[in-house]
T-cell receptor, first 109, second 111 residues
Framework: EDQVTQSPEALRLQEGESSSLNCSYT??????LFWYRQDPGKGPEFLFTLYSAGEEKEKERLKATLTKKESFLHITAPKPEDSATYLC??????????FGKGNQVVVIP | NAGVTQTPKFQVLKTGQSMTLQCAQD?????MYWYRQDPGMGLRLIYYSASEGTTDKGEVPNGYNVSRLNKREFSLRLESAAPSQTSVYFC??????????FGPGTRLTVT
């Protein structure tokens, strides 16, 4: 059973059209939820860490939020350079991360 | 400050050949990790090293071995490559319980 499920798998947005990505998790006793951005042919790039329900973090047009069962990555007024795959991961024991399969976002000019 | 570096960037192997993927980090991190990424599967942990001198199996360790050479370097070895090991391999490092930082990846094809 997957511990981390991301939806939608793929999303096409018009430039300026705000949207949200979902990451739901089943691990008990969350020790940290992480968001990464991955561009084609490159390694994942760290964006945010969230630890407790109600926590929010922002960076430019991205805002991550956390509840007891899921996290959202809100993209406000996206630009073409926000096109990427966004990965969500939760920390298990021993510092291991369990990753979801990603949300592929394409922003059309 | 290069972060996490990986060599080689690309590699093609024949079935049964062996090779070692190299990873180094200059952030003085204690923990290092090896992942593979396959289409539709997400990132899966192969092996990790919580600190210098220790290594542990991850989710998909079969067919791989690792060596934590020192605090900076963590290598991944394929003793007898198989087509199922065709993948993109990422190395990462972290300071214990903090976020992980990834290298640029090695694209491996086994024919």
């Amino acid at each position: 059973e997957d511990q981390v499920t991301q939806s939608p798998e793929a999303l096409r947005l018009q430039e300026g059209e705000s949207s949200s990505l979902n990451c739901s998790y089943t691990v008990s006793g969350l020790r940290g939820l992480f968001w990464y951005r991955q561009d084609p042919g490159k390694g994942p790039e760290f964006l945010f860490t969230l630890y407790s329900a109600g926590e929010e973090k922002e960076k430019e047009r991205l805002k991550a939020t956390l509840t007891k069962k899921e996290s959202f990555l809100h993209i406000t007024a996206p630009k073409p350079e926000d096109s990427a795959t966004y990965l969500c991961a939760v920390r298990e024991g021993n510092n291991r991360l369990a990753f979801g399969k990603g949300n592929q976002v394409v922003v059309i000019p | 400050n290069a972060g996490v570096t990986q060599t080689p960037k690309f590699q093609v192997l024949k079935t049964g050949q062996s090779m070692t993927l190299q990873c180094a980090q200059d952030m003085n991190h204690n923990s290092m990790y090896w992942y593979r990424q396959d289409p539709g599967m997400g990132l899966r942990l192969i092996y990790y090293s919580a600190s210098e001198g220790t290594t542990d199996k991850g989710e998909v360790p079969n067919g791989y071995n690792v060596s934590r050479l020192n605090k900076r370097e963590f290598s991944l070895r394929l003793e007898s490559a198989a087509p199922s090991q065709t993948s993109v391999y990422f190395c990462a490092s972290s300071e214990s319980r903090d976020e992980q930082y990834f290298g640029p990846g090695t694209r491996l094809t086994v024919t």
